[in-house]
């Protein structure tokens, strides 16, 4: 079971995505959520838009 519980800001800047997998807490980076199944479904619209535009950004570097 995967729930999505929110964001995270780092001291960086960054985001960590939380998420209760199994009842347990996990705190995971953007780029990491490819590790962890069923995880980037269980984001909300707003999120895998944000995910969306970063990817678009880093493409046009």
Known sequence: MIKYMGTKST?????LYVFLINGLQKEI???ALKQYPGCYEALP???KARISANRAWLSKT
Do not use: L, Y
Request: glycine share 18%.
């Open 11 to 15: 001291s960086d800047g960054g985001v």
């Open 29 to 31: 980076r953007e780029h």
């Open 45 to 47: 619209p707003t999120a």
